[in-house]
């Protein structure tokens, strides 16, 4: 059984990104989590600029967090978590979880993590005590495994690898399709699509 140690209480994933802009992979693989790992539910929290994000989203975040918020409005298990954009400023990972675990004190929280991320994770700030004090589902994001060995095996006791499918668009290419005047449609959700439509985001392009 995967996270064989967990307490015997309801469970939420944490799943933090810029979602610029949020997208069918994003969406498909936290439904796939909550399935296979009986999650209540999973917090879809867009970062207002995370962290070793070089350049700033393209995308302001008010229209970020409307985006996820549309998603949400139609599949009861996700919910949007709204702090690091109220809180307008770059947040870290482990102290945004501190704010969970004060919201939701009778769950389990799980971080979502993608392998790209779990490549890098001692550049993070805090990365030692969210190593100890969180457990980590790690989703694959290409089919080339390096990524994961890169994981020390002093950190793999609290990381479980999610072997979801590979969704073949990127936010980034998403919005390379956007610059080039391409169809999006079937890459985002259609709430989302129709969100972007509604404000003219279908119109972006690369300053």
Same mark, same amino acid.
């Given at each position: ?10 469970t ?22 909550i ?5 209540e ?27 996820v918020?549309?998603v ?14 109220r809180?307008?400023k ?7 979880? +501190? ?6 004190? !009778?769950?389990?929280?799980? /971080?979502? *993590? &993608?392998? %790209?991320?779990? @490549?890098? =994770? ?36 609290n ?5 979801? +499918? ?6 980034? !290419?998403?919005?390379?399709? /956007?610059? *080039? &005047?391409? %169809?999006?449609? @079937?890459? =985002? ?19």
């Open positions: 059984m995967p996270f064989s140690t967990l307490p015997a209480k309801p939420i994933g944490f799943y933090g990104g810029s979602f610029d802009p949020i997208h069918q992979g994003h969406v498909s693989l936290a439904l796939y989590a399935k296979q790992f009986s999650l539910k999973i917090l879809l929290c867009p970062a207002f600029l995370a962290p070793l994000r070089k350049e700033k989203p393209a995308f302001s975040a008010a229209h970020r967090l409307a985006m918020d549309s949400t409005k139609e599949n009861e298990n996700l919910v949007s978590f709204d702090y690091e954009i809180a307008e770059t947040c870290y990972t482990f102290e945004t979880l +501190q704010v969970v675990r004060k919201k939701f004190p !009778q769950h389990q929280i799980i /971080l979502i *993590l &993608g392998d %790209d991320q779990i @490549a890098q =994770i001692q550049k993070w700030k805090f990365h030692r005590q969210l190593l100890e004090e969180f457990k980590i589902l790690v989703f694959r994001r290409s089919a080339d495994p390096s990524n994961l060995d890169t994981i020390p095996d002093s950190m793999k006791e990381i479980q690898i999610l072997e979801n +499918q590979l969704f073949p668009h990127s936010s980034t !290419q998403i919005r390379e399709h /956007l610059r *080039l &005047g391409k %169809d999006i449609s @079937a890459h =985002i959700p259609p709430s989302v699509f129709k969100y972007m439509k509604n404000n003219r985001l279908l119109d972006y392009l690369y300053s």
